[in-house]
């Protein structure tokens, strides 16, 4: 940890006894002086909380925004994405373990400031920048300053999460989110607790939070696990919440699983349980469902929720087919397709572009 890396923390509180209580996220770490959270990167160092991955990346590159995977903000535009290291979850499925889960400095090996960042997705032409391959919610005070750069220059934010946050943390975020994509990652209780450590109440009130609280876009992801989060009954009662909790316009994604990190005695998830998912998902009410990291142009393309024109085609991360009106009304019925649409679509295409921001600096 560098001098310049170590930035003074905000929500934790000093307990009678010499600790510090970091008041970030539900597991509120009572930290000794030198003790790390299990988030890794927030630290008691000499008496008050700071976080240790300021300014620091394991990484930029320039990505399509449906990546994130957001099918319905500005689909087609750029999106410069990075992330720190540390997570706070212990999910045994990850499948970005070797940066959520680092423990190495060596990962945090790009440094900028958040004006560089901000002005490097300008110049590179992206229309947003988005926090992920780990969890933003562990370096907010990082996060909060980059999106604050980039509003400035007039570039959007994106917060990919799974959003285990208490509240007062979580408004101070999602004031500078322009979109965020949601981990649902099961319905279940006893899944967070033994996959995750984690809770699934704070994520449903988050999720409750930004579809009636915020202007933030909102999207779900779901990792299909087989056997684990993928029965008929789970998927049900998960889509008939987000329907009646959150609305029938918050599009749903569900992904496919590959074994990694300590689950690897779970086989991959067949297509075809991401085609129920989708299809359980559009009989309960979801508008728009979609399938991940498997190729399906059917799954993966925007249908018309008032006369099944298909507006936005894809084909993996590129789009075939594009049917909206510059206000985002489809454009045989004039039905409005939820999102953020602006005049046509983007053109970066599936491209992937790593890029060092210490060439913008």
Known sequence: MTQDSAHPARYWRRLDDGRVRCELCPRLCKLKDGQRGLCFVRQNLDGGLVLTTYGRSSGFCVDPVEKKPLNHFYPGSAILSFGTAGCNLACRFCQNWDISKSREVDTLADEASPETIARAARELGCRSVAFTYNDPVIFLEYAVDVARACHELGVKTVAVTAGEILAEPR???FAVIDAANVDLKAFTE?????????ELEPVKQTLEYLA????VWLELTT???????????????????????????????????????KLRDRPPTPPATLARA??????????????GNVHDETGGSTVCAGCGEVVIG???YRLTRWRLTDHGRCGACGTVCPGRFDGPPGDWGP???PVRLRDFA
């Open 171 to 173: 408004a101070e975020l």
């Open 190 to 198: 006893d899944f967070y607790r033994r996959q995750c450590g984690g």
């Open 212 to 215: 009636r609280e915020t202007d």
């Open 223 to 261: 990792l299909l696990i087989p056997g684990l989060n993928d029965s008929d009954r789970e998927l049900d009662e998960m889509t008939r919440w987000v329907v009646e909790a959150l609305g029938p316009d918050v599009p749903m994604h569900f992904t496919a699983f590959h074994p990694d990190y």
């Open 278 to 291: 989708r299809s359980i998902a559009l009989g309960n009410g979801v508008r728009h469902a979609y399938t």
């Open 314 to 316: 894809r084909d993996w």
């Open 351 to 353: 491209h992937r572009r």
